[in-house]
């Protein structure tokens, strides 16, 4: 089992130095957030899923899209932010009953490890570890969970597999960009890359530019850097992965989005997930780690 978390009654300073203040403080009755403010960014995590809710770099738009009608609920995953999918992507596949999307990492209580600032950054540090955590997931594991909140956001998952036998795991860093309106991005390095369509169930090739408006959900074969253009924030979002085979583009399109409680009116055409992932499954060598991280920067256009 996990461990058993204790909610804290109140804000608690964890950090407060020259150059950043840390805090938590309740989310709701059940959950808890870390804010972190520091001359180089804003930003907020949620204990429950380790999930950043929040990035916004000093003097640029804020990156993340976060839904308004998001739930902060016990086994229901945020909407928003970057949810980390995990030990499994999407459906998982080994199961004869559906299992539940994108593993239980996004619906646990993760633990502050710990919480550093210098000039340049601030350094949080979650963990999720346990052992018979979940039926369809039983090894001994540890999960790190490194963020370095600065100019940009660098995250790193660095997965422990601490029982005898040898584990799989696919996962993903689902970021939700804010955008100004999908049709307003346009992610070229994504030109010329196969792709899983998931909608279609067919393989193709990106031959021309990829257009962001939904419905669209794909898994394209590149580990490439990627570059995300927004025209009327006038801003390039690069987003750098490593430890990833893939990148997923998600967007549900109006008639899903309707459909899904906890995305806000019109939320779909406010953002454009691009996720660093291993959709297929990985293994994990009994007693050893590996990492999937990306880093996100922004720059005027
Ligand atoms: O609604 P969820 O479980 O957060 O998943 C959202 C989407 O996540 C994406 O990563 C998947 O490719 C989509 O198929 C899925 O619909």
């Not at 009755?29 to 930003?43: G, L, P, Y």
């Not at 994108?102 to 963990?127: C, M, N, P, Y």
């Not at 998952?157 to 036998?165: E, F, G, Q």
Request: aromatic share 8%.
């Amino acid at each position: 089992m996990g461990i058993k978390y204790k909610l804290r009654a109140m804000k608690q300073v964890l950090l407060k130095n020259e150059h950043a203040s840390v805090s938590v403080e309740p989310l709701n009755s059940e959950f808890e957030k870390i804010t972190i403010s520091h001359r180089h960014c804003e930003a907020e995590i949620s204990l429950y899923g380790g999930q950043v809710l929040r990035f916004k770099p000093t003097g640029q738009q804020a990156l993340l899209w976060l839904s308004d009608s998001a739930t902060y609920q016990k086994e229901k995953a945020i909407r928003g932010g970057i949810p980390l999918c995990w030990p499994w992507f999407g459906a998982n596949d080994k199961q004869v009953e559906p299992a539940g999307n994108h593993g239980f990492a996004r619906q646990s209580q993760w633990t502050i490890d710990k919480v550093s600032a210098d000039e340049q950054a601030t350094t949080i540090i979650l963990v999720l570890e346990g052992e018979q955590y979940h039926s369809l997931w039983p090894h001994a594991f540890k999960v790190v969970q490194t963020l370095v909140f600065g100019q940009s956001l660098k995250q790193s998952l660095a997965m422990s597999n601490l029982s005898t036998d040898d584990a799989q795991y696919s996962g993903a860093l689902h970021t939700y960009f804010k955008v100004s309106h999908p049709s307003n991005v346009v992610i070229d390095t994504l030109t010329g890359v196969n792709f899983d369509d998931k909608l279609t169930g067919l393989a193709n090739t990106q031959i021309n530019r990829v257009s962001c408006v939904g419905p669209i959900d794909r898994e394209y074969h590149s580990a490439d850097v990627m570059t995300l253009v927004d025209s009327d924030y006038e801003h390039i979002i690069t987003i750098t992965s490593s430890g990833c085979q893939q990148w997923v583009l998600w967007n549900p399109g109006s008639e899903l989005a309707a459909t899904m409680a906890d995305i806000h009116d019109q939320g779909e055409h406010e953002y454009v997930c691009l996720e660093a992932a291993n959709t297929h499954w990985q293994t994990i060598t009994a007693g050893t780690t590996v990492t999937m991280s990306q880093e996100i920067a922004v720059q005027r256009n």
